[in-house]
Each structure stands twice: as structure tokens, then as C-alpha cells.
């Protein structure tokens, strides 16, 4: 904490050195983060520099009342979902439809992936699915600040959700056994 | 309950996820970060000191100029017999004049040459030429003038006389002025000066402690004061006057905080470490855009170097501001501060509307001018100025909402402001003697009411300036 207190206020006095130490320390976290709302890691680069330039610019906003590093992450999310807004190529896969309520699976299955490989299969997702998978399941958001923020219901934050989920499940599994296929064909 | 141990899964396995950045994303970042922060007051004070210094030389150069020109100071009663002698060769002078000292002092001896250098003093005389020759019948001063009744001769010092008259003068006239330049102006006695010209005569002062004299008779300082008393109680001056210029909102003048920084927590103050509560989106800044104001002015002299100026103004301000996707249905803004405080419309939050956001005030300023010399075209203006709200479209961030929303109830309709500026006249002489000049603007009080947002106006005008009547 004393650390990032040295280092912010170094920040808002416009030491670049400083900046851009705050920039190394965060950027691969942060860059996943994004890489997970977007379909490329060019557009996660795009988040990310949009994300960082949005947090030097509020820095003054921070109160150290919270990790740094949950604070950045709540601007790269906002980034990233501003950012899903307005591109183009998200937009008609972003319209969140009213869809009937789907039952949430109870299934638990262990994944045997990766992270990058779970990354990508997330990614893989419908980016409305995707958005909302991220938001809940990774974030933590519940759904009706998910409605707040993406300017949709609850409800159908739900039932994305439960496809999304489902969606994720069953890839999870084909994945466990493609592999276990694999495996067994070696052997 | 759902059994979240596929989510927990997914949770551990995405805190590890990391990806390194190309090179060029720092640089993109590092170009858009400002190269020194930023310190408007000091810019501001910068602008002040500028101006202040510019004026200064102006006037200083445009007073200096005016002093070596005797036919400007230079003013007699009878217009008719002021002429002016400046620079005429003392070689040349066909008449002679003297001072009813130097009327005993033997003549020959030559003035030595004239020190140029002006200085204001501030003191009278009283100054006959008869028959054609300049005699300096009789001098009276009020301030530390020598004059022919002094007697403190380690004061003295020889001084050269030129009066702006005809050197064909009548009997006995009286002029209004003349410039006392000493020959020495360290105060050496010079007991022995030469009548050298009609319009050049030598007299004693008591100190040489300026280095030109105005000297002015009992009549031309009645009139200047009575001229000047005129000039204090003019009637007023009214025209009308129109500025443009830009209009930004901040929190504060002297640093760069969010206009919504002391309304609501940032972001951090929910952040719990790595997610499970509500992320806040960072509402947008508005940026400047234009500003303009025009309408009357009234101005009145209320004494030798200033003025008070008021008026009525229409004020445009203006603001943009980005925000995400209108939606036409009412909103409740759950504000813990007015019951059922609700909006038509709302904006969410996002960047994909380019949105301005518009003031439209009516305004009283109360200024005060300054003018060093009237004979300046420079002066400064300062003061309140309260304007009242008469409609505005702003947008506004919710917090509660997390969207972009207007209403009446958010805006404060008193606007308290500080002007402070400078102008500059423009033909002055003419049949339409404009004043042009530049003028900041800051407004006291929030335009929005604090428990939605801190937003001060700050404008940065340039004014132009049409008297209709002077």
C-alpha cells in the first residue's frame, strides 16, 4: 500500500518513469482481462490503451480505499464494455434479446484446460454470452448490476448467463474428452 | 442454491491469465499523457502579468511621447495665442526674455544645453511677456518650485524656460503653461544666464528636483478643475458589446479533479480486491466548447482613473460531453436528497453520443475600469458579475443510475462569477470609437447543485465594444 502510495502520487506529478512503471506493473494482468471481453488481442490492446490513458487521467480519483489493482480493473471492464458499444463488429452481437428464462445447470464439471485454453473458449462465445459470462463468472458482478451496466433487465442478464454457462459446460466437456480421446488413442 | 464451484473454477483459472502487451500500446498511452501537469493558475497569472507589463509599456511609451510634445501640454486660455516653440534654435530667436531676477544679472553668459529627460512636476507660475519680450514678471509655486522669492541659494538651480507662445505676444498675456527645463540638473547655482529668446527664458528654481516643469497659471488650474469635475460627473455612457470565446466546467480552478470527484466515490470505493460488487463506471468529463455574450452596457467615470461599468448580457455557455445510447422512457433517480427526482429521458453511460450540453443565462455585471491616463488606450476591468439561469439541457451523471440525466432541479439558478480582464481603444477620436480586449471569467458557485456535481464555469472571452452614446 505504501508502495502504491509513492507511486501514485509520483503518477499525478507527471513522473513518466513512474507512469510507466505503474503501466508495466499492471498491463499482463490487465491485458487478459480485456483479451477476455474481445475476440483478438489487438482489440484487447486497443481496450488496454484506451484503459490505461482513462486511468492516468482519473488517478486523482483513487482514494486507496481498495487494491490498485481491483480499482484498474473496474476501469478496464467499463473500457472494455464501452468498447463492445461502439465497435462495429460487436454491436449486432451484442443485442441482448428478450429471451425466455433458461434453468441453470447444476453440472460442475472439472476443467482440465488451461488458462489460455479457457480463455479461448470464452472468447469463442457470443460476445452478448460472453459479456455476461465474463461479468458473472469471472468478475462477480450479480445480475442486476450487470442490467445497471449493460443497460438491460436482470432477468435477461439470467438467462444469457444460464446459456453462456451451458454453452461453456459442454465445451468444457468435449474438450475433457477430445482429450481423454487423444490420450487414449496415444497410449 | 446453485453450486458455483464451475464459476470458482473459472475464477482461479482467468486471475492467472496473463498476456504481454505490444510495445506500442505504452507509446500510444505515454502520447496522450499531458507532458507536464497541468497548472492553470499559473497560466492564468502568466496572462495577468503579460497584459499588466504590455499595458505598461504601451502607456509608458505613448506618455513619453506625449511629453515632448509641448503643443499637447500646452494650453491656453486663448486658444488663439498658443502656438508651439519646441525645438525652435535659440540662435534664431529674434526677441528676447528674461526673468525679473535675471533682469540684474549680467548678461553673455549662455544657458547650458538643456537636459531633456521629463519629468511631471507639480507646481504653477505665473507667467506676462510684455511689449514682445517674455518677462517673467512674478513665479509662485506650490510644491518645492523655486521662485524668484527663494532664498535658499544652495537650492538653486538655472533652469531653461520654454513657453508655448507667440513670440509676438501683446501687452500682457497669460499663458497657461510652459515647460521648465533645468540646465542643470543636479542643482548646480547658475547665477549667470543669458536672455536667449522670446520663448526660451531662464529662471531659478528653488530645487532642481525634476527635470521639466509644468508651470500652470491660477486660471488654467481653475479651469482643469473645473474640467475635471465635468469629466467626473458625465452622464452615462452606454453601447452594446458582444465577446466570444470558450466556456469550460471544472471542479475547481486549481486542479484537475472530476467535476463529479467530491460528489461520489470513485471507483475504488466499492473495489473489494477482485470483483463481486458493483463496478462503477467513470463518468465522462464534459471539454469546452463555445461561449458567447452580447447585450448593453452602461459606463459612468466615478473619478479621474475609474469607471463603473454594468449592463445586461445575454450569456451562451456550452459544453461537450460524451455518453452511451439515449433511451426515451422516464427514469427515477433515486436521489437521496429530493423525493421522486425523476428525468423524461436519460443518456447511458458509454461513449458513443457526442452530446452538448447548453446554458443560456441572462447576466448583470458590476465592474470596475481602471485607466491609468485618460490619454491611454489601455485599462482593466474587474468585478462581480451575477447572472441568472434561464435554461439549460446539461447532462448530468447518476451515480445511482449509472446514466446521463437532466432536470431542472439539478442546477443552481444564481451564478455568482469574478471577471477580471483588459481592453484596448480603438480610434478613439472617431465617429465609432470601438474597445476590444480580452476577458477570464470564473464562476464562484456551481452551476450544478454540489450533491450532483461541481461544475465552475471558466471563460476565457475576447469582447468587442460599441459606444451608442458617449
Same mark, same amino acid.
Given at each position: 500500500?505504501?508502495?502504491?502510495?509513492?507511486?501514485?502520487?509520483?503518477?499525478?506529478?507527471?513522473?513518466?518513469?513512474?507512469?510507466?512503471?505503474?503501466?508495466?506493473?499492471?498491463?499482463?494482468?490487465?491485458?487478459?482481462?480485456?483479451?477476455?471481453?474481445?475476440?483478438?488481442?489487438?482489440?484487447?490492446?486497443?481496450?488496454?490503451?484506451?484503459?490505461?490513458?482513462?486511468?492516468?487521467?482519473?488517478?486523482?480519483?483513487?482514494?486507496?480505499?481498495?487494491?490498485?489493482?481491483?480499482?484498474?480493473?473496474?476501469?478496464?471492464?467499463?473500457?472494455?464494455?464501452?468498447?463492445?458499444?461502439?465497435?462495429?463488429?460487436?454491436?449486432?452481437?451484442?443485442?441482448?434479446?428478450?429471451?425466455?428464462?433458461?434453468?441453470?445447470?447444476?453440472?460442475?464439471?472439472?476443467?482440465?484446460?488451461?488458462?489460455?485454453?479457457?480463455?479461448?473458449?470464452?472468447?469463442?462465445?457470443?460476445?452478448?454470452?460472453?459479456?455476461?459470462?465474463?461479468?458473472?463468472?469471472?468478475?462477480?458482478?450479480?445480475?442486476?448490476?450487470?442490467?445497471?451496466?449493460?443497460?438491460?433487465?436482470?432477468?435477461?442478464?439470467?438467462?444469457?448467463?444460464?446459456?453462456?454457462?451451458?454453452?461453456?459446460?459442454?465445451?468444457?466437456?468435449?474438450?475433457?474428452?477430445?482429450?481423454?480421446?487423444?490420450?487414449?488413442?496415444?497410449? | 442454491?446453485?453450486?458455483?464451484?464451475?464459476?470458482?473454477?473459472?475464477?482461479?483459472?482467468?486471475?492467472?491469465?496473463?498476456?504481454?502487451?505490444?510495445?506500442?500500446?505504452?507509446?500510444?498511452?505515454?502520447?496522450?499523457?499531458?507532458?507536464?501537469?497541468?497548472?492553470?493558475?499559473?497560466?492564468?497569472?502568466?496572462?495577468?502579468?503579460?497584459?499588466?507589463?504590455?499595458?505598461?509599456?504601451?502607456?509608458?511609451?505613448?506618455?513619453?511621447?506625449?511629453?515632448?510634445?509641448?503643443?499637447?501640454?500646452?494650453?491656453?486660455?486663448?486658444?488663439?495665442?498658443?502656438?508651439?516653440?519646441?525645438?525652435?534654435?535659440?540662435?534664431?530667436?529674434?526677441?528676447?526674455?528674461?526673468?525679473?531676477?535675471?533682469?540684474?544679472?549680467?548678461?553673455?553668459?549662455?544657458?547650458?544645453?538643456?537636459?531633456?529627460?521629463?519629468?511631471?512636476?507639480?507646481? $504653477?507660475?505665473?507667467?506676462?511677456?510684455?511689449?514682445?519680450?517674455?518677462?517673467?514678471?512674478?513665479?509662485? $509655486?506650490?510644491?518645492?518650485?523655486?521662485?524668484?522669492?527663494?532664498?535658499?541659494?544652495?537650492?538653486?538651480?538655472?533652469?531653461?524656460?520654454?513657453?508655448?507662445?507667440?513670440?509676438?505676444?501683446?501687452?500682457?498675456?497669460?499663458?497657461?503653461?510652459?515647460?521648465?527645463?533645468?540646465?542643470?540638473?543636479?542643482?548646480?547655482?547658475?547665477?549667470?544666464?543669458?536672455?536667449?529668446?522670446?520663448?526660451?527664458?531662464?529662471?531659478?528654481?528653488?530645487?532642481?528636483?525634476?527635470?521639466?516643469?509644468?508651470?500652470?497659471?491660477?486660471?488654467?488650474?481653475?479651469?482643469?478643475?473645473?474640467?475635471?469635475?465635468?469629466?467626473?460627473?458625465?452622464?452615462?455612457?452606454?453601447?452594446?458589446?458582444?465577446?466570444?470565446?470558450?466556456?469550460?466546467?471544472?471542479?475547481?480552478?486549481?486542479?484537475?479533479?472530476?467535476?463529479?470527484?467530491?460528489?461520489?466515490?470513485?471507483?475504488?470505493?466499492?473495489?473489494?480486491?477482485?470483483?463481486?460488487?458493483?463496478?462503477? =463506471?467513470?463518468?465522462?468529463?464534459?471539454?469546452?466548447?463555445?461561449?458567447?455574450?452580447?447585450?448593453?452596457?452602461?459606463?459612468?467615470?466615478?473619478?479621474?482613473?475609474?469607471?463603473?461599468?454594468?449592463?445586461?448580457?445575454?450569456?451562451?455557455?456550452?459544453?461537450?460531453?460524451?455518453?452511451?445510447?439515449?433511451?426515451?422512457?422516464?427514469?427515477?433517480?433515486?436521489?437521496?436528497?429530493?423525493?421522486?427526482?425523476?428525468?423524461?429521458?436519460?443518456?447511458?453511460?458509454?461513449?458513443?453520443?457526442?452530446?452538448?450540453?447548453?446554458?443560456?443565462?441572462?447576466?448583470?455585471?458590476?465592474?470596475?475600469?481602471?485607466?491609468?491616463?485618460?490619454?491611454? =488606450?489601455?485599462?482593466?476591468?474587474?468585478?462581480?458579475?451575477?447572472?441568472?439561469?434561464?435554461?439549460?439541457?446539461?447532462?448530468?451523471?447518476?451515480?445511482?443510475?449509472?446514466?446521463?440525466?437532466?432536470?431542472?432541479?439539478?442546477?443552481?439558478?444564481?451564478?455568482?462569477?469574478?471577471?477580471?480582464?483588459?481592453?484596448?481603444?480603438?480610434?478613439?477620436?472617431?465617429?465609432?470609437?470601438?474597445?476590444?480586449?480580452?476577458?477570464?471569467?470564473?464562476?464562484?458557485?456551481?452551476?450544478?447543485? =454540489?450533491?450532483?456535481?461541481?461544475?465552475?464555469?471558466?471563460?476565457?472571452?475576447?469582447?468587442?465594444?460599441?459606444?451608442?452614446?458617449?
Amino acid at each position: 500500500m505504501e508502495q502504491d502510495l509513492q507511486l501514485i502520487t509520483a503518477c499525478l506529478k507527471n513522473d513518466r518513469a513512474s507512469q510507466k512503471q505503474l503501466y508495466q506493473q499492471y498491463a499482463e494482468v490487465m491485458l487478459g482481462v480485456c483479451y477476455r471481453y474481445t475476440k483478438s488481442v489487438v482489440d484487447a490492446e486497443d481496450v488496454l490503451q484506451e484503459g490505461f490513458i482513462r486511468v492516468f487521467k482519473n488517478l486523482h480519483q483513487y482514494k486507496f480505499q481498495g487494491e490498485l489493482g481491483a480499482w484498474i480493473r473496474r476501469i478496464m471492464v467499463t473500457t472494455a464494455l464501452n468498447f463492445l458499444k461502439r465497435n462495429a463488429r460487436y454491436q449486432s452481437d451484442l443485442a441482448f434479446d428478450k429471451i425466455e428464462m433458461h434453468p441453470v445447470t447444476d453440472e460442475n464439471p472439472e476443467i482440465q484446460l488451461n488458462t489460455k485454453e479457457l480463455a479461448s473458449l470464452i472468447q469463442q462465445l457470443p460476445t452478448g454470452y460472453q459479456t455476461i459470462f465474463n461479468l458473472h463468472a469471472v468478475e462477480g458482478y450479480s445480475h442486476v448490476e450487470i442490467g445497471a451496466l449493460l443497460g438491460i433487465t436482470d432477468g435477461t442478464s439470467r438467462s444469457q448467463y444460464a446459456r453462456a454457462r451451458a454453452l461453456m459446460i459442454t465445451w468444457v466437456k468435449k474438450y475433457y474428452l477430445d482429450n481423454k480421446l487423444q490420450t487414449y488413442a496415444k497410449s | 442454491m446453485q453450486n458455483r464451484e464451475f464459476e470458482k473454477q473459472v475464477q482461479d483459472k482467468m486471475e492467472g491469465l496473463k498476456l504481454t502487451p505490444a510495445d506500442a500500446v505504452w507509446e500510444k498511452v505515454e502520447a496522450s499523457l499531458p507532458e507536464e501537469k497541468k497548472r492553470r493558475w499559473l497560466f492564468f497569472v502568466l496572462c495577468f502579468v503579460f497584459l499588466l507589463t504590455a499595458s505598461l509599456l504601451v502607456w509608458n511609451s505613448l506618455n513619453t511621447g506625449d511629453k515632448t510634445s509641448v503643443q499637447q501640454l500646452a494650453t491656453k486660455e486663448d486658444s488663439n495665442k498658443v502656438a508651439s516653440v519646441q525645438d525652435k534654435n535659440v540662435q534664431d530667436a529674434p526677441n528676447n526674455a528674461t526673468t525679473n531676477l535675471l533682469q540684474k544679472e549680467k548678461p553673455g553668459s549662455e544657458v547650458t544645453s538643456a537636459t531633456k529627460k521629463n519629468i511631471h512636476f507639480k507646481g $504653477s507660475a505665473k507667467i506676462k511677456i510684455k511689449n514682445g519680450n517674455a518677462d517673467l514678471i512674478s513665479a509662485t $509655486s506650490e510644491e518645492n518650485v523655486a521662485t524668484a522669492k527663494n532664498k535658499k541659494k544652495n537650492t538653486k538651480a538655472a533652469v531653461k524656460v520654454t513657453i508655448k507662445a507667440p513670440v509676438a505676444a501683446s501687452d500682457t498675456d497669460e499663458y497657461t503653461s510652459a515647460i521648465v527645463i533645468p540646465a542643470d540638473p543636479a542643482g548646480v547655482v547658475n547665477n549667470h544666464n543669458n536672455i536667449v529668446a522670446a520663448d526660451t527664458i531662464v529662471v531659478k528654481i528653488k530645487q532642481a528636483v525634476t527635470d521639466s516643469l509644468i508651470v500652470k497659471n491660477d486660471t488654467a488650474k481653475k479651469a482643469t478643475k473645473e474640467n475635471k469635475k465635468a469629466k467626473r460627473t458625465t452622464s452615462w455612457q452606454y453601447g452594446i458589446d458582444f465577446a466570444a470565446g470558450s466556456s469550460a466546467v471544472s471542479n475547481n480552478l486549481f486542479n484537475n479533479k472530476s467535476v463529479y470527484a467530491d460528489v461520489f466515490a470513485s471507483p475504488s470505493s466499492s473495489a473489494t480486491g477482485g470483483g463481486g460488487q458493483s463496478a462503477a =463506471p467513470t463518468p465522462n468529463q464534459p471539454s469546452a466548447k463555445a461561449a458567447i455574450n452580447f447585450g448593453f452596457y452602461a459606463e459612468k467615470n466615478i473619478a479621474s482613473k475609474w469607471k463603473f461599468k454594468t449592463g445586461l448580457n445575454y450569456s451562451y455557455q456550452s459544453n461537450a460531453i460524451k455518453t452511451g445510447a439515449k433511451v426515451d422512457s422516464a427514469i427515477n433517480l433515486n436521489s437521496p436528497f429530493y423525493s421522486n427526482l425523476t428525468a423524461s429521458s436519460y443518456y447511458r453511460s458509454g461513449s458513443s453520443t457526442a452530446y452538448t450540453n447548453r446554458f443560456h443565462l441572462l447576466e448583470v455585471p458590476l465592474l470596475l475600469q481602471f485607466k491609468n491616463s485618460q490619454r491611454s =488606450p489601455l485599462y482593466f476591468e474587474a468585478g462581480p458579475s451575477f447572472a441568472w439561469l434561464l435554461s439549460s439541457n446539461a447532462l448530468i451523471y447518476n451515480a445511482s443510475t449509472s446514466s446521463y440525466v437532466t432536470n431542472k432541479e439539478m442546477f443552481n439558478k444564481l451564478i455568482v462569477s469574478f471577471t477580471a480582464g483588459a481592453g484596448f481603444d480603438i480610434a478613439k477620436r472617431s465617429k465609432l470609437p470601438i474597445s476590444i480586449g480580452y476577458q477570464f471569467k470564473y464562476s464562484l458557485n456551481s452551476v450544478i447543485k =454540489p450533491e450532483f456535481a461541481k461544475q465552475h464555469f471558466i471563460n476565457s472571452m475576447i469582447w468587442l465594444k460599441i459606444p451608442l452614446k458617449k
